[in-house]
């Protein structure tokens, strides 16, 4: 049987990754990942790419079980910081990569603030994606309604922990399936099965698999002593890389909603 090994949510982009047992999934993803996102002054996005220290900050929410606050945020000098989410008349516009810019919401200084002291710098601020529906995805691969909040490229991203397995097999530096932070890890399928799914099924929530993810840098970055190496990249472009490009799990758009939890039965077509 092909089964949810793992489920996981970054309700911040690029902060810590939050394992949770089960999870409300939505026309935007999981509920409550990566509803969240820090920008620079110029409202530009910032992730790990650019500055792994923000590995280090723990995001939660409902979703995670550990906080009834819209958000508590924690790290490990500084005391935590609980925040609601914005109100109305605190929009402002941010950039992701090169797509169009979209109107978010900003959290205010007090975010700002509790941020720069966190990771010892300046000019960071948080904001939250206030309208999910907003944001339509790559035409090339999505429908015309299909929508996210601030996750890269679709609502939820597919691994499968065969594959993961694969490659570490041929890396000779070590790889796990957090470096690659999906929201759903499988279990069960042969390695890179996922690549010819078409549609998914988990327990009663339909997706559709709507392209494979193009691996950045990031994944090279180790998320505890924020150490670069060179897998799994160097590793995947010996076998992995087309297009000029690295990839890696799939991304899903889901055609429904539900709950789905560890464990639950995974159908593909």
């Known amino acids: 049987m092909i089964r949810v090994a793992a489920l996981a949510i970054h309700p911040v982009k690029s902060t810590a990754i939050r394992p949770v047992d089960r999870a409300y999934v939505g026309p935007a993803g999981l509920a409550g990942d ?91 601020h948080l904001v939250w994606c206030s309208d999910p529906q907003a944001r339509s995805l790559n035409p090339a691969y999505s429908r015309p ?22 490659v570490q097999h041929r890396a000779t530096e070590p790889v796990d399936h957090h470096r690659f932070r999906a929201n759903v890890l499988v279990e069960g399928a042969e390695a890179f099965a996922e690549d010819g799914w078409s549609n998914v099924r988990i327990a009663d929530v339909p997706f559709r698999v709507a392209a494979p993810i193009d691996r950045c840098v990031m994944t090279t970055i180790d998320p505890v002593t924020y150490a670069k190496g060179k897998d799994p990249i160097r590793t995947l472009a010996g076998f992995r890389k087309w297009d000029g490009k690295t990839w890696m799990a799939v991304h899903l758009i889901p055609d429904g909603e539900g709950e789905i939890a560890v464990g639950d039965e995974i159908t593909p077509t």
């Not at 919401?105 to 509790?114: F, K, N, Q, T």
């Open 34 to 124: 990566r509803e969240w996102m820090v920008v620079n002054d110029f409202g530009e996005m910032i992730t790990a790419r650019e500055f792994p220290p923000l590995f280090s900050i723990v995001a939660d929410c409902a979703a995670t079980g550990f906080t009834d606050s819209d958000l508590r945020l924690s790290a490990p000098t500084i005391a935590p910081l609980l925040l609601d989410r914005p109100v109305a008349g605190a929009e402002v516009s941010v950039r992701m990569f090169t797509r169009p810019p979209m109107t978010v919401r900003a959290a205010g200084d007090e975010a700002d603030a509790w941020l720069d002291r966190a990771l010892g710098t300046q000019g960071l």
């Open 145 to 166: 309604g299909d929508h996210a909040a601030l996750q890269d490229g679709s609502p939820v991203s597919l691994l499968g922990a065969a594959s993961v397995r694969e």
